[in-house]
């Protein structure tokens, strides 16, 4: 049997499919799909195919039809924004026992939505920054000393760095308070038409400490398998550019919570802070995050064990992991030919 694995929103994710590839040994193939011909990833694909936009009503349909034609047997989405939409159309694309890798609707949104992750973390009782949608309330709060300066605004449904600000003072966050609002009213962006623009801006607390990424592995029965941690040495454009391994006990126990607690599926991506000897909870991202490399490098071949998942040997995953602490790299850029 040929286990063939396919990933949409491919982009630029070239070392996932690598790894991939190493880690089938070549069982079966590696198949990228995305919107742009020219997308990175068709590079290091043993095939791309160019699909319809996620938004596209005949998307779904030809991620159908491509699972049928090429014997796929397990689905990986390297996008945010797509995400909800494979969950809610896992019916339509499971056939023929192929698995879609991808968590419940509930925890996607959770995950997506800037809020609601705030008020998780908030019921579980662990640290996160001071979050306000409510202007009005966040301007009380910054008046009882609450809430202090600086203030970091950004769009509550979003994705890397994009849209955020910092603001050092009242003046300059009420200015871009209202210049953030006419711009995502422009973009119509929301997550549904029945939200008010004031409700998809968040004014959050800045916290400034040393800064960690890290991947919360479930199996894909939603059962927790690991934790990788990496100390943040530099970012770029909103993804982690420098980075060292980390070990640390009190955050794995505090990982082992939030997998039990989400049942999420596969590797999660997230970012958190160490402040004073307490860990500060920011963001969670439901898939494959850009830090996942590092992770890898240091030991923790996640390609490896999802792909004795996907094939059903689950005996001895183990052996892929050999995550050693203070290891420290670094990403750069690579040009990659492609053809027409």
Same mark, same amino acid.
């Given at each position: 049997?040929?286990?063939? @694995?396919?990933?949409?929103?491919?982009? #630029? *994710?070239?070392?996932?499919?690598?790894?991939? #590839?190493?880690?089938?040994?070549? *069982?079966?193939?590696? !198949?990228?799909?995305d919107s742009h011909k020219y997308?990175?990833?068709?590079?290091? %694909? +043993?095939?791309?195919?160019?699909?319809?936009?996620?938004?596209?009503?005949?998307?779904?349909?030809?991620?159908?039809?491509? !699972?049928?034609?090429?014997?796929?047997?397990?689905?990986?989405?390297?996008?945010?924004?797509?995400?909800? $939409?494979?969950?809610?159309?896992?019916?339509?694309?499971?056939?023929?026992?192929?698995?879609?890798?991808?968590?419940?609707?509930?925890?996607?949104?959770?995950?997506?939505?800037?809020?609601?992750?705030?008020?998780?973390?908030?019921?579980?009782?662990?640290?996160?920054? #001071?979050?306000?949608?409510?202007?009005?309330? %966040?301007? #009380?709060?910054?008046?009882?000393?609450?809430? /202090?300066?600086?203030?970091?605004?950004?769009?509550?449904?979003? /994705?890397?760095?994009?849209?955020?600000? !910092?603001?050092?003072?009242?003046?300059?966050?009420? =200015?871009?308070?209202q210049l953030k609002k006419k711009?995502?009213?422009? =973009?119509?962006?929301?997550?549904?038409?029945?939200?008010?623009?004031?409700?998809?801006?968040?004014?959050?607390?800045?916290?400034?400490?040393?800064?960690?990424?890290?991947?919360?592995?479930?199996?894909? +029965?939603? &059962?927790?398998?690991?934790?990788?941690? *990496?100390?943040? @040495?530099?970012?770029?454009?909103?993804?982690?550019?420098?980075?060292? /391994?980390? !070990?640390?006990?009190?955050?794995?126990?505090? /990982?082992? &919570?939030?997998?039990?607690?989400?049942?999420?599926?596969?590797?999660?991506?997230?970012?958190?802070?160490?402040? &004073?000897?307490?860990?500060?909870?920011?963001?969670?991202?439901?898939?494959?995050?850009?830090?996942?490399?590092?992770?890898?490098?240091?030991?923790?071949? $996640?390609?490896?064990?999802?792909?004795?998942? $996907?094939?059903?040997?689950?005996?001895?995953?183990?052996?892929? $992991?050999?995550?050693?602490?203070?290891?420290?790299?670094?990403?750069?850029? =690579?040009?990659? *030919? =492609?053809?027409?």
């Amino acid at each position: 049997m040929e286990y063939n @694995i396919l990933f949409t929103c491919a982009g #630029k *994710r070239n070392y996932l499919l690598r790894y991939f #590839k190493e880690a089938l040994k070549g *069982r079966g193939k590696v !198949i990228a799909v995305d919107s742009h011909k020219y997308a990175a990833a068709s590079a290091d %694909a +043993d095939m791309f195919l160019q699909v319809p936009n996620i938004y596209d009503k005949n998307y779904i349909y030809k991620l159908r039809n491509i !699972i049928a034609d090429y014997n796929i047997v397990a689905l990986i989405s390297l996008n945010d924004l797509e995400l909800s $939409i494979l969950s809610k159309n896992k019916d339509a694309l499971e056939i023929n026992n192929l698995k879609v890798l991808v968590s419940n609707t509930n925890i996607i949104d959770l995950a997506f939505d800037k809020w609601k992750t705030y008020q998780f973390f908030k019921g579980l009782g662990l640290n996160t920054p #001071k979050t306000y949608i409510n202007f009005d309330a %966040a301007l #009380k709060a910054i008046k009882k000393n609450t809430l /202090s300066f600086p203030i970091v605004l950004k769009p509550r449904f979003g /994705s890397g760095s994009i849209g955020i600000d !910092i603001c050092e003072d009242m003046e300059e966050l009420k =200015l871009a308070h209202q210049l953030k609002k006419k711009q995502l009213k422009r =973009l119509g962006y929301s997550l549904n038409g029945t939200m008010k623009v004031d409700d998809i801006i968040v004014i959050q607390e800045k916290i400034n400490g040393r800064e960690f990424g890290f991947d919360i592995v479930n199996n894909f +029965d939603g &059962e927790y398998f690991g934790t990788f941690l *990496r100390e943040k @040495i530099e970012m770029r454009y909103g993804e982690t550019d420098k980075a060292k /391994s980390v !070990i640390n006990k009190k955050f794995n126990d505090f /990982s082992i &919570e939030l997998a039990n607690n989400l049942k999420h599926v596969g590797c999660l991506d997230g970012d958190v802070f160490f402040v &004073e000897n307490e860990w500060i909870f920011l963001e969670l991202n439901a898939r494959f995050g850009g830090g996942y490399p590092f992770s890898h490098e240091a030991g923790a071949n $996640i390609a490896a064990v999802y792909v004795d998942w $996907i094939i059903g040997d689950n005996h001895n995953v183990s052996k892929h $992991i050999n995550y050693k602490e203070g290891l420290v790299f670094s990403k750069f850029d =690579l040009l990659v *030919r =492609l053809s027409e």
